[in-house]
């Protein structure tokens, strides 16, 4: 929906999308139509550098991310080319390196106590991951391309006559979800269940979680039951369920994982890239996609508000944000929000 | 408090400091103390490069802002000094010179479509700001150390017992906006003015907003009234006040810039920077910092909160972010937050 593509979100394992905007790792997964190309000779040989790459238009230079996107054309060959280039993080292991006579230092200016200057690092100092698809589909290039985005304040009747008919008219499949609490897929990646029909739930690590850093620590906990579409459905009667999860979930990750209830960030997603009700349980040191105000609402935030008013839910204005190309935000402009 | 130093928040403006760690600048403004240094000769040949620099420690090696921060040493002087290394966006007018066969690219995988690479690129083409401070006070070093944070959430019942007794007994001097908003300081910036004692306000630009680009636009509405210190304190009878900050806060910003209401978000933060109340009106497209669920409140929130329940902040658990090494931060541990 807002970030339908699953900002910060499960995929559905079977594909193991990665689809969030900041993320600079491009999907390995393959599918028939590319297994076809596969065959295709002499592909070990491209891009052994853009000697042969012509661009044909920028599709994000991100300042936050320090990521650029491009698509473009290989000389003489079919086809356009995907290009993301990602300035990676300080490799703490080259420090030593960095900090030598081999940094080249030009000032910018100097004012009293304050040196501002250019380093010009050794390139194997300096690396860039670069990722490519070639040849692309639309879908490729639509997935880097930078999408402007609203603000809607979705009240209660916009909710009834936009929002639902929406999601009741769209087809999310919530079949690989099933699967997962059916232990039909996944059962191995299972961190904790608690199969209570009312209050239960099942703890999986997210699928852009490595499962090897702590810092980035990131898992879900997909609610038992299926009637529970969203943030929007809550009510004072689903309090014990929350609470369950509040609880339980930290306690999980602190058995497993040994990080303290106090380091994480639990919190629902709205609009969530699937309605099947679930919860984010990340590190707090990790600066997750979407875990700002307006998408990201803290459990026990959620808790409290339906402590105050069972009905919170039923009343509440949520504004939440969405692209600019995406149906809703059209639905929601005609009713001039 | 929870990131007291101001992140996101004005801080007194005769000072234009910039205190948010995700900030590249280094405060350019001086002080009796660094006048004394700035006669010592010699200085404008230092750090061309690396050479003689040791390295005493990391303060902090962000992954999520591709920033290193270091506390070192210059071989035969005195002092310490804090170099701040960080890596840039990638410079617009140099992609054709980067798409070109001057990048090395080195294969890390390839799987079917996909290709992953290292790609190295000559030094002037990926440039690095190195922000230098010799010699360095303590300060200096705290502002660059990574801090550690944990959420609490704030009951009413703690509220009263730790954060309040906190706030009134920390000397958080409101001089400086008092001076603006009685005309004193800094009248010239001031894009839109209510004067009303019971719902006015006045709108400035942030001091972290340079006013040249849209793109970061980012302004404070400071309530004319002074009785309110933070979010915690706002009841029913404060919705009209709120209303009009959002409406003609909003709608000033749409005159002055072209921005609609739809490009902005506007919020309160909780623990603010300062006790007085204030709003932050930022573009949609800038993620400002402080704008994560459990320090921003959007404001369109907070008016649906107390149009439910006009005692809501009386009553709702405030969930927040505080640093480790805070008072606050101990005094909730005692309480087994």
């Known amino acids: 929906m ?3 593509a699953a900002k910060g979100d499960p995929s559905p ?7 969030d905007d900041s993320s600079n790792a491009v999907d390995s997964t393959t599918d028939k139509s590319c297994e076809q190309v596969e065959a295709t000779s002499g592909e070990d ?29 290989l000389q003489g060959r079919p086809g356009t080319a995907v290009v993301v280039l990602q300035k990676l993080p300080f490799n703490a292991d080259k ?30 100092l300096n690396d860039v991951r670069a990722n490519i698809i070639y040849p692309a589909e639309e879908k490729h290039i639509l997935r880097f391309e930078r999408q402007s985005c609203s603000f809607v304040d979705e009240t209660p009747q916009l909710y009834k006559e936009i929002t639902k008919p929406f999601i ?35 703890l999986v690590p997210d699928l852009k979680w490595t499962g090897e850093q702590l810092e980035d620590l990131y898992l879900q906990g997909i609610v038992c039951r299926r009637d529970i579409t969203s943030l929007r459905d809550l009510r004072g009667c ?46 707090i040191s990790f600066e997750a996609p979407g875990t700002w105000a307006g998408k990201a609402h803290l459990l026990s935030t959620v808790i409290s508000n339906l402590e105050i ?29």
């Open 2 to 4: 807002a970030e339908a």
């Open 13 to 19: 394992p079977t594909k193991k999308m990665r689809t």
């Open 45 to 73: 040989e491209l891009f052994s550098s853009f000697e042969e790459f012509e661009i044909i238009r920028i599709l994000n230079n991100s300042e936050e991310h320090k990521m650029l996107a491009v698509e473009g054309r």
């Open 95 to 124: 420090i030593e390196e960095i900090f030598s006579r081999s940094t080249n230092l030009l000032e910018i200016f100097h004012n009293d106590i304050y040196y501002n200057k250019t380093a010009l690092l050794p390139s194997e």
């Open 168 to 202: 009741d008219s769209s087809s999310f499949s919530k079949e690989w979800i099933y699967n997962i609490l059916e232990h039909k897929k996944e059962a191995d990646r299972i961190i904790f269940e608690d199969p209570d029909a009312e209050t239960g739930f099942i």
């Open 238 to 283: 689903h309090i014990p369920l929350l609470k369950n999860m509040h609880d339980k979930g930290r306690a999980a990750i602190k058995e497993k994982y040994g990080v303290p209830a106090h380091k994480l960030r639990v919190y629902l997603h709205y609009q969530p890239s699937f309605y099947h009700l679930h919860v984010h349980y990340t590190a």
């Open 309 to 337: 008013c069972g009905q919170y839910y039923e009343k509440a204005v949520l504004p939440f944000t969405v692209k600019d190309n995406h149906p809703l935000r059209s639905k929601f402009e005609e009713k001039e929000c």
